[in-house]
């Protein structure tokens, strides 16, 4: 049987006018901002409208440590929306929109994949509604007028080596990690070492994730703290007085994006934090908004489950009052068998005894799931190179943890082949067996909140670091920053910090190598081991290929 490519899939869907995607939620058309045909905004008055109502069941989609061998995480949160909907569900759909840095980089898009996509992939995957460009225009606006506020006198008396507020850009760019500003003379300003980020991993993202409305946002924005004055006293974006402008370049992002999935359900996509130097979940907004109007939302968290789900469960769920009812924990045969040890072009031989060996990073992650007090699904998503035999080696494992692995053919089928994962979370959600709970407390130091995802998490023996990091610790806790949780900047590709050691490992440190306080976001960045905040290109990008074809479609972005 010949298999379609994403995008051939993609270019075939029969989309429907965005406006009766949103009459499914019981919007009107004057709730939506459209933004062509197939794509709009929610207007704020909607979202108001509908706070009155009970929420449906949250369910979290999150996974095993990525591999070169893929995973599908997006493709079976599309899969379960999809076939919730199909067992007559009104399920809801909520992600996180794409950065053009790694599209261009390594991975290609971020829609989902085979019949479970969400659509207009290539526009989701590109500049969408603007959203990221407007982020990286009030980031920058902010980082303008930290600058020019120096240049006209310096009122606020801000040190120059102590000025924390980077730039960003959304693209991978090596060359602009640490740079060297104002350079040229006195019309210039005063020269000063600087650097960039990656859009997704600004401030500014984690704020829009995280802000109920425009009034919290704006109050979020005044709260960054951007440069330290010489006695160490904090200066705020507030004092600067950037938070009204940023507001208004914000105003249309701050409203989540409704698109619609091949089968023509509801998703909404919006934000786009990071998981390994940020908070990696949607946003805040759009995940409320869904549980309002829906039975079941079913959302993701980036990379694997000792980020993404951690930091949901320590971040998101605690900012923002929410719980989940259940979790799907993403897993392959053929992610299996890199964990065991088998190389990436021998991936489609069977080999039921590296199955077994990996599974120990699958086992891990069910126990840390189940520590927040969450019953857990395993979602296998299945590759049509996977044999009976390897399966039933993942079920049996899975079995052994007390939970139930399910064979789901989303990719393949869509709805029909998620129907058996859809009923099985609707049994768990309903059961009534959740009983979340963050694993560590608000006024738990910040040093030990550190270590409690270390050695809970990660499984580590220690965190290593220096004198100088836990004093910038104790001082934030004396300034009234101790209460914050903790987000962890750690290689997606391991538990530990070495992004080469698979599987399950114990013993091992993690070496913090740098605290960043974003105060606006409301958490504390913890930098451990070679995590890059912005990252490079490969050797070979993503943009090598990428091309418009003579009929004017887009080529090598998926």
């Given at each position: 049987?010949?298999?379609?490519?994403?995008?051939?899939?993609?270019?075939?869907?029969?989309?429907?006018?965005?406006?009766?995607?949103?009459?499914?939620?019981?919007?009107?058309?004057?709730?939506?901002?459209?933004?062509?045909?197939?794509?709009?905004?929610?207007?704020?008055?909607?979202?108001?409208?509908?706070?009155?109502?009970?929420?449906?069941?949250?369910?979290?989609?999150?996974?095993?440590?990525?591999?070169?061998?893929?995973?599908?995480?997006?493709?079976?949160?599309?899969?379960?929306?999809?076939?919730?909907?199909?067992?007559?569900?009104?399920?809801?759909?909520?992600?996180?929109?794409?950065?053009?840095?790694?599209?261009?980089?390594m991975k290609g898009g971020a829609a989902g994949g085979g019949y479970a996509q969400i659509v207009p992939m290539e526009e989701m995957n590109l500049h969408f509604t603007g959203d990221f460009h407007a982020i990286t225009s009030a980031h920058s606006l902010l980082s303008a007028m930290v600058d020019n506020h120096i240049y006209w006198g310096n009122k606020l008396d801000i040190d120059t080596r102590r000025v924390t507020?980077?730039?960003?850009?959304?693209?991978?760019?090596?060359?602009?990690?640490?740079?060297?500003?104002?350079?040229?003379?006195?019309?210039?300003?005063?020269?000063?070492?600087?650097?960039f980020d990656i859009t997704?991993?600004?401030?500014?993202?984690?704020?829009?994730?995280?802000?109920?409305?425009?009034?919290?946002?704006?109050?979020?924005?005044?709260?960054?703290?951007?440069?330290?004055?010489?006695?160490?006293?904090?200066?705020?974006?507030?004092?600067?007085?950037?938070?009204?402008?940023?507001?208004?370049?914000?105003?249309?992002?701050?409203?989540?994006?409704?698109?619609?999935?091949?089968?023509?359900?509801?998703?909404?996509?919006?934000?786009?934090?990071?998981?390994?130097?940020?908070?990696?979940?949607?946003?805040?907004?759009?995940?409320?908004?869904?549980?309002k109007v829906s039975d079941y939302v079913v959302t993701e968290a980036g990379f694997g489950a000792d980020l993404g789900a951690e930091k949901f469960m320590n971040i998101k769920c605690r900012k923002a009052g929410i719980a989940p009812s259940a979790v799907v924990l993403v897993a392959t045969v053929r992610a299996m068998k890199m964990n065991g040890g088998v190389a990436k072009a021998d991936l489609g031989?069977?080999?039921?005894?590296?199955?077994?060996?990996?599974?120990?990073?699958?086992?891990?992650?069910?126990?840390?799931?189940?520590?927040?007090?969450?019953?857990?699904?395993?979602?296998?998503?299945?590759?049509?190179?996977?044999?009976?035999?390897?399966?039933?080696?993942?079920?049996?494992?899975?079995?052994?943890?007390?939970?139930?692995?399910i064979l789901s053919r989303h990719w393949e089928l869509g709805s029909e082949g998620s129907e058996d994962l859809a009923k099985k979370v609707v049994d768990l959600a309903e059961s009534g067996s959740a009983h979340f709970a963050p694993i560590y407390a608000d006024d738990m130091p910040l040093f030990e909140k550190i270590e409690t995802v270390a050695k809970r998490i990660y499984r580590a023996d220690e965190v290593l670091a220096d004198k100088k990091i836990r004093n910038q610790l104790r001082e934030w806790e004396d300034a009234g920053y101790g209460n914050l949780p903790v987000c962890m900047a750690k290689t997606q590709y391991s538990f530990s910090t070495d992004p080469n050691l698979r599987g399950a490992p114990t013993g091992h440190s993690v070496p913090v190598r740098e605290v960043r306080l974003s105060a606006g976001a409301g958490f504390i960045v913890v930098v451990c081991g070679e995590i890059m905040t912005m990252p490079g290109l490969p050797r070979a990008p993503s943009a090598e290929f990428i091309k418009l074809n003579e009929e004017g479609q887009i080529e090598g972005l998926f």
């Open positions: 049987m010949g298999y379609k490519s994403d995008i051939d899939i993609a270019r075939e869907a029969k989309k429907r006018p965005i406006q009766e995607i949103g009459a499914k939620l019981g919007m009107s058309a004057e709730d939506l901002l459209p933004y062509g045909h197939d794509k709009a905004k929610v207007g704020q008055d909607y979202i108001n409208s509908v706070q009155s109502n009970d929420d449906g069941k949250l369910i979290l989609v999150t996974a095993i440590n990525p591999t070169p061998a893929g995973e599908g995480k997006t493709t079976t949160t599309v899969g379960l929306g999809d076939g919730l909907n199909r067992i007559g569900k009104n399920a809801t759909i909520c992600i996180r929109e794409a950065s053009l840095g790694p599209n261009f980089g507020w980077r730039r960003v850009v959304d693209m991978n760019d090596r060359a602009l990690r640490q740079i060297t500003a104002s350079l040229g003379g006195v019309s210039n300003g005063f020269p000063r070492e600087a650097g997704v991993a600004s401030e500014v993202m984690a704020i829009l994730c995280l802000a109920t409305d425009l009034k919290d946002l704006e109050k979020r924005l005044g709260d960054i703290i951007v440069a330290y004055r010489r006695d160490k006293s904090p200066v705020y974006c507030r004092d600067i007085k950037a938070e009204g402008a940023m507001t208004v370049l914000l105003k249309d992002a701050m409203q989540p994006n409704l698109v619609q999935t091949l089968e023509n359900n509801p998703a909404f996509v919006h934000g786009g934090p990071f998981a390994n130097i940020a908070h990696g979940c949607n946003s805040v907004i759009a995940t409320k908004t869904a549980l031989t069977e080999s039921v005894e590296a199955v077994e060996k990996g599974c120990a990073n699958l086992g891990r992650h069910i126990e840390n799931v189940k520590s927040f007090g969450v019953p857990v699904v395993v979602a296998i998503n299945h590759f049509v190179t996977d044999t009976d035999a390897e399966v039933d080696a993942i079920k049996a494992f899975v079995a052994t943890h007390g939970c139930e692995a």
